[in-house]
């Protein structure tokens, strides 16, 4: 009862004043906690799932994930790993890639192992009843710190329709599968992983989390302590670096933002130089994508490129077992992209008429479906939900600003649109205008994550993060709302100067974490392989090194991975931050 509640909290006050820890940082932590879904009851003597200790096997294989886009880089991987003295294997389903197009041969790799008949659907007839399927699936959610509806949504496939940003086909890996079905492919996904990995132990997992399958044996690993990477491009998209869990954290990052935090406290006050391209190459770099889109002749080469494809899959007798599309419903969507990318292009510019002294807050959307918002932040991937909170808790005059990503790859359903439009403080900016200047004249920028709220939050600007992994949250003028009502609090709060830092200060936070975000990472040879696609032939011998070290330097030390969001939080003072903004 309350007496017992008061008595806890009492437990808890002194216990953290004895240790020197706040107790803000305590129900941080707890919240965060409860984010990631970390059930502590988990590892009860009682519980039937057994969950033994794993220790690391640091002599155990490399094992690769198939990532298509990898594949030249894989292949030069695993043959230098095994001159080098260590094991490889390869987990695939489908096709391997074809070695007469890419760097690649099976012969690279000690043991395939392809899972494609697991992905295959259970008959609706041999199914067991849906009382002992749901049972075990709870049981393996337990006793594996794995959301199963989580994993389902954050598929592509299996999840479709969960996508409420975004209007896709049904690809026939989804038309396999009703939703029992889905539950019991999630189930068999970590039985299957689970032996695999008993038998493997392997000393990392390279992979990219994309799917359900990959997101599974991520989990299943981290429960285990075995390390997984993910390979690609830095921050500044000019390096190569490893990104140390599913939520594609930098490895080091948080040792990475201390050291330069504390270099730069040193230095006199600084004024943030520009990262990357600059604000007109990327205006322009967005406009001619969309121009070279809606010519006439775009959707026409896009149309053959797909029926080549299609072509090639019959005469090989490829069989895509994951994923796929009809090609009716495939022609639809390129025929839909190009219409609609042409009427965008007809936009009159926001800027423009927006009125100078105009307070608002800016909303850049974000790709759907993507991985970035799927699997990095499933506990904010309903972009409406959020414009709604914002539309009703933006301050009395104040507007929000909606703009459309340049790089969509699916049209919105159509209430989309116009949900967003009957919001009379909600302005729609043009697909073509400049997010950063957008940025610039906002009040407070909202995002789930990506490249333009860094900006943003590096630049001095106020953000209001709807994630609680997203890079930004080391700031000291970052604030999460995971609610209504958060988010009521947190845009009051951002809306008074004088409740944030000197822009010195967010300046000074900005460029150490711009700086920390390309720590550990490495310029290549080529930098073809930061485009995230095969090549089809050699990677420089020098690159391959250089990738296969730094893996196994990071397997060496520790790599700062924040497990749970606010880790972090621990470098500024955000009693006041957070007792501010009513959170």
């Given at each position: 009862g309350s007496c017992r509640c008061l008595q806890l909290t009492e437990e808890v006050s002194t216990l953290c004043r004895a240790l020197g820890v706040r107790t803000r940082d305590v129900a941080l932590l707890s919240r965060a906690l409860g984010v990631c879904g970390l059930r502590l009851n988990s590892l009860r003597e009682n519980d039937e799932i057994q969950m033994t200790s794993h220790s690391v096997n640091p002599e155990g294989p490399v094992l690769f994930t198939?990532?298509?886009?990898?594949?030249?880089?894989?292949?030069?991987?695993?043959?230098?790993?095994?001159?080098?003295?260590r094991s490889v294997a390869m987990l695939y389903t489908g096709g391997l890639p074809d070695s007469s197009i890419y760097d690649f041969a099976a012969s690279d790799f000690d043991e395939l192992i392809n899972?494609?008949?697991?992905?295959?659907?259970?008959?609706?007839?041999?199914?067991?009843?849906?009382?002992?399927?749901?049972?075990?699936?709870?049981?393996?959610?337990?006793?594996?710190?794995?959301?199963?509806?989580?994993?389902?949504?954050?598929?592509?496939?299996?999840?479709?329709?969960?996508?409420?940003?975004?209007?896709?086909?049904?690809?026939?890996?989804?038309?396999?599968f009703d939703y029992t079905q889905s539950v019991d492919l999630c189930v068999r996904l970590i039985r299957y992983f689970v032996q695999l990995l008993d038998r493997l132990r392997p000393s990392v997992i390279i992979t990219a989390p994309a799917d359900a399958a990959r997101l599974i044996l991520t989990a299943i690993a981290e429960v285990r302590g075995i390390p997984t990477r993910v390979p690609g491009p830095n921050y500044s998209n000019t390096g190569f670096q490893w990104r140390v869990n599913r939520f594609f954290w930098p490895g080091g990052l948080v040792q990475a933002y201390q050291n330069e935090l504390a270099s730069l406290e040193k230095q006199p006050p600084i004024k943030l130089t520009a990262v990357g391209v600059s604000d007109s190459d990327r205006t322009e770099y967005a406009r001619l994508a969309i121009r070279d889109g809606m010519s006439f002749t775009a959707p026409m080469g896009s149309i053959y490129r797909l029926l080549k494809r299609k072509a090639g899959d019959i005469i090989k007798k490829r069989q895509r077992g994951y994923g796929g599309y009809y090609i009716g419903e495939a022609v639809t969507r390129i025929l839909s992209m190009?219409?609609?990318?042409?009427?965008?292009?007809?936009?009159r510019p926001l800027l423009v008429e927006l009125p100078g002294d105009q307070p608002y807050v800016f909303f850049p959307l974000v790709v759907e479906p993507e991985t970035t918002l799927q699997c990095e932040a499933p506990m904010s991937d309903n972009q409406l939900c959020l414009i709604d909170w914002l539309a009703k808790t933006v301050p009395p005059g104040w507007k929000v600003v909606v703009k459309e990503h340049p790089g969509f790859t699916y049209p919105r359903p159509r209430f989309f649109w116009e949900q967003i439009e009957r919001y009379p403080n909600v302005e729609i900016a043009a697909i073509y205008?400049?997010?950063?200047?957008?940025?610039?004249?906002?009040r407070v920028v909202t995002v789930i994550n990506g490249t333009l709220g860094m900006q943003a939050a590096s630049a001095g600007i106020p953000v209001l993060a709807f994630s609680p992994y997203w890079w930004g949250h080391f700031l000291p003028?970052?604030?999460?709302?995971?609610?209504?009502?958060?988010?009521?609090?947190?845009?009051?709060?951002l809306a008074e100067d004088a409740n944030l830092p000197a822009m010195e200060d967010r300046l000074r936070c900005g460029e150490a974490l711009v700086k920390a975000l390309d720590a550990n990472s490495f310029d290549l040879v080529d930098p073809r392989i930061l485009e995230e696609k095969a090549l089809g032939e050699p990677t420089p011998i020098a690159d391959i090194e250089n990738i296969v070290l730094s893996l196994l330097q990071s397997l060496d030390g520790p790599t700062g991975d924040p497990s749970i969001p606010f880790q972090h939080t621990v470098q500024h003072d955000r009693d006041t931050l957070y007792a501010g903004a009513g959170i």
């Open positions: 198939l990532v298509s886009q990898f594949a030249d880089v894989f292949g030069g991987m695993a043959r230098e790993l095994k001159r080098g003295g899972y494609e008949q697991v992905l295959k659907p259970t008959p609706r007839a041999e199914l067991p009843s849906l009382a002992v399927l749901f049972r075990e699936a709870e049981k393996l959610e337990r006793g594996y710190n794995i959301r199963m509806m989580e994993i389902i949504r954050a598929d592509r496939h299996l999840g479709q329709a969960y996508v409420t940003g975004a209007d896709m086909p049904v690809s026939h890996f989804a038309r396999r190009w219409w609609i990318r042409r009427r965008l292009m007809r936009m205008e400049s997010g950063e200047q957008l940025a610039q004249r906002a003028h970052v604030v999460y709302a995971s609610s209504y009502e958060e988010t009521a609090n947190c845009l009051r709060f």
